[in-house]
């Protein structure tokens, strides 16, 4: 529920790709340690350090209420992918209640909105950790005890990846096949 990085400035029909190659290239831009990946939607492709959906399959929550349970494992991927990325949506939601200024239209020269967004995800970030209760959110479920090893080898650029997509496709079987051994318990 904490903004890791921030790129604000990009038009709103920038494709996400581009921006997601020009946080890479940028010197101090995002960073993703190899062996670690982040949860991206369907718009960008399925790559080592960003792990996407399948295309064409069941994605959004809503799908599977009123019992429609997933029917193999790439749904089965897809429903938990949905379930994860709410998270972020619901930071920013968080983000935009807490913060009255990013609720409307501003009119600011580009760059005081590039500077105002950049500083609402840091007193998001200080509220986040520094307040036993969030005001912006009820649920407050954060574990202060995940520990993350910094190294220097990061990944440094996105293309389409047959391997990735295999790493995706096994990761999605085994939790299909441990998820119906659970139900058939």
Not at 22 to 44: E, F, H, I, K
Not at 68 to 93: L, Q, T
Not at 110 to 121: D, E, G, L, R, S
Request: glycine residues 6%; charged residues 25%.
């Amino acid at each position: 529920m904490e903004f890791i990085f921030v790129l604000p400035g990009w038009e709103g029909y920038a494709a996400d790709s581009k921006v997601l190659r020009n946080a890479l290239s940028r010197p101090n831009g995002l960073r993703v340690q190899t062996g670690c990946y982040y949860l991206v939607d369907a718009d960008y492709t399925n790559d080592e350090g960003f792990l996407a959906p399948y295309r064409g399959t069941r994605y959004h929550i809503s799908e599977w209420r009123n019992g429609c349970a997933p029917i193999n494992h790439e749904e089965y991927f897809n429903m938990k992918h949905a379930s994860a990325r709410n998270v972020i949506e619901r930071c920013f939601g968080v983000l935009k209640k807490q913060l009255a200024i990013l609720k409307s239209p501003s009119f600011y020269l580009i760059a005081t909105q590039i500077k105002i967004i950049t500083t609402c995800c840091l007193i998001h970030n200080f509220i986040r950790r520094e307040m036993i209760i969030d005001p912006g959110e009820v649920e407050f479920d954060r574990s202060d005890d995940v520990d993350i090893s910094i190294e220097d080898d990061f990944i440094g650029s996105i293309s389409s990846s047959d391997q990735w997509t295999h790493w995706r496709d096994d990761l999605a079987k085994q939790m299909f096949d441990e998820w119906r051994g659970r139900r058939s318990h």
